[in-house]
């Protein structure tokens, strides 16, 4: 079921957004530390043209056993918004997850900052054991 026939107007990125952070993230529940999968960090960039929504993630794990049910998850609470016709999720090739891209981590995004846009690395600061950060 799509939001609101062809005709509704395309949702507003603030709702998209909004309804990303009711996304749980896997790791976290079963950790009881619930997070969302933008608190996670894991939402790289959000698309939407004309109805149709393209997210990609970045998995602290390319190899995620949590995708499909994720993927799935995203594209029932996208299609529930006015104006959400077809969604996409696929997974980034390029971009790496770190600690860093948790929000409320040290140097991490902000509560209500948007995704970055694809390619668009944060920094990762390299650790030398022997000679502290680099």
Same mark, same amino acid.
């Given at each position: 079921?799509?939001?609101?026939?062809?005709?509704?107007?395309?949702?507003?990125?603030?709702?998209?957004?909004?309804?990303?952070?009711?996304?749980?993230?896997?790791?976290?529940?079963?950790?009881?530390?619930?997070?969302?999968?933008?608190?996670?960090?894991?939402?790289?960039?959000?698309?939407?043209?004309?109805?149709?929504?393209?997210?990609?993630?970045?998995?602290?794990?390319?190899?995620?056993?949590?995708?499909?049910?994720?993927?799935?998850?995203?594209?029932?609470?996208?299609?529930?918004?006015?104006?959400?016709?077809?969604?996409?999720?696929?997974?980034?090739?390029?971009?790496?997850?770190? $600690?860093?891209?948790?929000?409320? %981590?040290?140097?991490? !995004? @902000?509560? /209500? =900052? *948007? $995704?970055?846009?694809?390619?668009? %690395?944060?920094?990762? !600061? @390299?650790? /030398? =054991? *022997?000679?502290?950060?680099?």
């Amino acid at each position: 079921m799509t939001g609101e026939g062809p005709d509704a107007p395309a949702a507003s990125p603030e709702r998209i957004r909004a309804a990303l952070r009711t996304v749980p993230e896997p790791c976290g529940l079963l950790m009881r530390t619930p997070l969302d999968i933008c608190e996670m960090g894991l939402v790289e960039e959000v698309h939407e043209e004309a109805g149709r929504v393209r997210v990609t993630l970045v998995l602290t794990d390319p190899s995620c056993v949590h995708f499909d049910g994720m993927r799935r998850y995203i594209t029932d609470v996208l299609l529930a918004l006015p104006g959400v016709r077809a969604v996409e999720v696929t997974v980034s090739r390029t971009v790496l997850w770190t $600690p860093d891209r948790r929000q409320g %981590a040290g140097g991490g !995004r @902000a509560a /209500d =900052s *948007a $995704p970055v846009i694809a390619g668009t %690395a944060l920094p990762v !600061r @390299a650790v /030398d =054991s *022997a000679r502290g950060a680099s």
